[in-house]
């Protein structure tokens, strides 16, 4: 039994007073423990059971199936999750994403340093949210071992700068680029040349590249879209998060149309 620090990934009701809690822990990974009466004294785990709070957790194995949650003290809470529902959209993606890829007890210390930069950059603001969404899941991808093929033909290898196409296709069962030649195949979706190198240099660059590279409006969005077919194909799974993060920025989009009609 030993402590670790960990942000709650999911929380799931298990009976009249228990939780499950799924942790991704920094020493340990992904973890699933059971918080005994939690839903029925509030003091016990006092502000540690809402989702995306960091806490200094202790636990050991019980009898049951799950390890105990002996206790857990409150670390860091990001404020602007509470009424920012884009926000909370946003870390669901991501925190699904994770709980998705690892397996229980897997080790994932480059993982949980990448979550909760993300989850404290979102909250700070620093960094416009559909950019720091593109960052995560380039980085995600990078860590998962998923990283697109974006340098060159995944087929002939030959260079992004010489194919001549500026829409070019992404080839999903192949998992990169593909030039006019050695195109066979209708599974994918054509990027532009443009957004194909700016998401290379952040896949080089990561995160201390972001105040270098400026990325258009036109790309943020292509890169944003690219990345959410390219993941959920590659996990073999549709996150349920990213249906409800995309409904709600066309609620937002929609009402900026409106707004710049009415002024």
Avoid at 121 to 149: A, H, M, R, W, Y
Avoid at 237 to 257: C, G, T
Wanted: glycine fraction near 4%; include cysteine; charge should be positive.
């Amino acid at each position: 039994m030993s402590y670790t620090t960990a942000i709650l990934l999911r929380r799931t009701d298990f009976g009249d007073n228990d939780l499950i809690l799924t942790l991704l822990t920094k020493d340990w990974g992904k973890t699933s423990v059971i918080a005994k009466s939690a839903k029925k004294s509030r003091k016990r785990f006092a502000g540690t059971l809402d989702l995306f709070t960091v806490s200094q957790v202790l636990y050991k194995k019980g009898h049951g199936r799950l390890p105990l949650l002996q206790e857990a003290v409150l670390k860091h809470v990001f404020l602007s999750f509470r009424y920012d529902i884009c926000k909370t959209a946003y870390a669901s993606y991501w925190a699904e994403l994770i709980f998705l890829w690892i397996e229980e007890y897997e080790n994932q210390s480059d993982l949980y340093e990448l979550f909760l930069y993300s989850l404290d950059t979102l909250d700070k603001g620093c960094i416009k949210d559909i950019e720091l969404n593109i960052l995560f899941q380039i980085k995600f991808l990078k860590l998962s071992g998923l990283s697109p093929v974006l340098e060159h033909c995944v087929k002939c290898r030959l260079p992004v700068d010489s194919i001549s196409e500026h829409q070019i296709f992404f080839d999903l069962s192949r998992g990169g680029i593909v030039c006019k030649k050695c195109r066979t195949s209708d599974s994918g979706l054509f990027i532009s040349k443009e957004a194909v190198k700016q998401l290379t240099y952040i896949d080089k660059n990561g995160f201390s590249g972001s105040g270098i590279f400026e990325f258009s409006q036109q790309s943020l969005y292509e890169n944003q879209s690219f990345l959410e077919t390219f993941i959920p194909y590659h996990l073999e799974k549709n996150p349920r998060s990213l249906k409800f993060l995309q409904q709600i920025r066309d609620n937002i989009d929609k009402k900026e149309v409106l707004k710049c009609l009415k002024n």
